[in-house]
């Protein structure tokens, strides 16, 4: 199981009136896409975290644009509520470890609450001095056919 970022680059940006999309076609920045083609080369099965919705499988229905994020201190008045994060996390019961999650180091102590660290995950993008490199990082391992480390 990959987790990946929604991010704030979304198919209402280019396409205003084109309503509810899957989410997997909802995030159009590059490194959403990135991470998406990463989740689908090397695991298949993967997770979207949205900052306004929480978990989301790949075919669940965005109904439209939002501009709220995850901050360094995780949830914020605008997003999705650690509870409702929580609640769902527990449904989704995933038993499959570890768990990847690309992304930056603020996802650490979000999932780790909202999994009540009781699941294993590892960060493969941690350490990387920016989005650039993360970049770099996600397309040197789909280019290589070499899962990052």
């Known amino acids: 199981m990959i987790i990946i970022p929604s991010g704030k680059p979304k198919i209402w940006d280019r396409h205003q009136g084109i309503g509810p999309v899957p989410a997997k076609e ?3 920045g590059t490194f959403h896409r990135l991470c998406r083609v ?9 997770l ?5 919705y929480g978990f989301l499988a790949p075919d669940s229905i965005v109904p439209g644009t939002y501009d709220v994020r995850f901050t360094a201190r ?15 996390w527990q449904a989704l019961n995933i038993k499959q470890e570890p768990i ?7 996802f650490r102590p979000l999932l780790e609450d909202v999994s009540d660290r009781r699941n ?9 001095r920016g989005i650039g490199e993360m970049q770099k990082r996600l397309r040197t391992a789909i280019d290589t056919g070499e899962p990052l480390g």
């Open 26 to 28: 909802a995030y159009t």
């Open 38 to 46: 990463y989740a689908e080369k090397f695991d298949g099965e993967y």
């Open 48 to 52: 979207i975290l949205s900052p306004k």
């Open 74 to 88: 995780g949830v914020t008045a605008n997003t999705v509520s650690i509870e409702e994060l929580t609640e769902q």
């Open 100 to 106: 990847v999650m690309l992304g930056g180091t603020k």
């Open 120 to 128: 294993q995950f590892i960060f493969p993008l941690h350490g990387t």
